[in-house]
């Protein structure tokens, strides 16, 4: 959908009275996986909903359902909260650069069908999150280091626009079976707190106790070697570490509920900022304008 056409639209769902109360979410997370982040906050005491195919056809971001289910649950979050997306990387990342054409200079790739949808379902997530921002709601995107994702060119400009941070750091510090270096670009105080330091010792017991590998190494009739992403590892290494859940719990305790009042405050009370926030939505500089 023509981003001129939809964002206008999401800026006038505010007009929309909801049934019951507004507010009633801390963070919703898209593309939850088997949903471990979303169990460590509801353990911590936090309200908020979980998203993924997973769970539900109706969680389809590709499907109108899916998207306008999202969207709703994405409006009740309370001022300060946060969304949290991690968008399907498998055809972002250089393991499938030879099928899709993926690259730094081009990560758009080529214009098969399954490049196409995924392009489609990246939009969908960043048309989520400028709605979630332009709310007062933090957001954390992850993707794998090797991901182009972020070299996209509407991605690029929307992260430049919200003046998201950025924090590398590997999941297995986290005690996942896999080191899986991983990026997150977000908007959330204090997100460099989750880039946890590693020396040399730490590094190679890391490595020891995370030996799973994800590609598979044959040699075919030619003699060529060749290697292929091992779908179930794959998969598998997808899912977050419990350990990494309760350290975005306590990241969120720690800096999303404190600030929210002071953002929520400062949000309505500073005409200077609304001005800047107007022009990023509809104005002659809006970062959907350009793409």
Not at 40 to 63: E, M, P, Q, T
Not at 94 to 103: A, H, I, K, V, Y
Not at 135 to 153: C, D, H, N, T, Y
Request: hydrophobic share 45%; aromatic share 12%; proline share 5%.
């Amino acid at each position: 959908m023509n981003p001129k056409l939809l964002l206008p639209i999401l800026g006038l769902l505010d007009q929309i009275p909801l049934p019951g109360p507004e507010g009633r979410n801390d963070f919703v997370e898209l593309c939850a996986g088997e949903g471990h982040l979303s169990r460590a906050l509801w353990s911590c005491g936090y309200h908020g909903k979980a998203f993924d195919v997973r769970f539900s056809k109706n969680h389809n971001l590709l499907r109108t359902v899916g998207f306008l289910t999202v969207l709703a649950a994405v409006r009740n979050i309370r001022p300060g909260g946060c969304i949290v997306a991690a968008p399907p990387c498998g055809t972002w990342v250089f393991l499938s650069s030879p099928s899709t054409g993926r690259t730094w200079m081009d990560p758009e790739g080529f214009k098969t069908k399954t490049c196409v949808l995924n392009n489609i379902l990246v939009m969908r997530v960043l048309y989520i999150l400028w709605y979630a921002w332009q709310r007062g709601v933090f957001f954390i995107w992850e993707q794998p280091l090797s991901s182009v994702m972020f070299a996209w060119k509407p991605v690029q400009m929307f992260l430049a626009s919200c003046n998201a941070r950025r924090v590398s750091f590997p999941m297995g510090s986290f005690g996942a079976k896999t080191m899986k270096f991983t990026t997150i670009w977000g908007t959330l105080p204090s997100l460099h707190s989750l880039k946890r330091p590693i020396n040399i010792k730490q590094l190679r017991e890391a490595l020891a106790r995370t030996s799973v590998s994800l590609v598979k190494k044959s040699i075919d009739k030619s003699g060529k070697r060749r290697i292929a992403g091992d779908k179930k590892k794959l998969a598998d290494s997808a899912v977050y570490p419990r350990d990494f859940g309760m350290a975005v719990a306590a990241l969120f305790r720690k800096e999303g509920c404190r600030q929210a009042a002071e953002l929520d405050f400062q949000y309505k009370a500073s005409a200077e900022d609304m001005g800047a926030l107007e022009d990023f939505r509809f104005g002659k500089n809006a970062w959907w304008r350009k793409l």
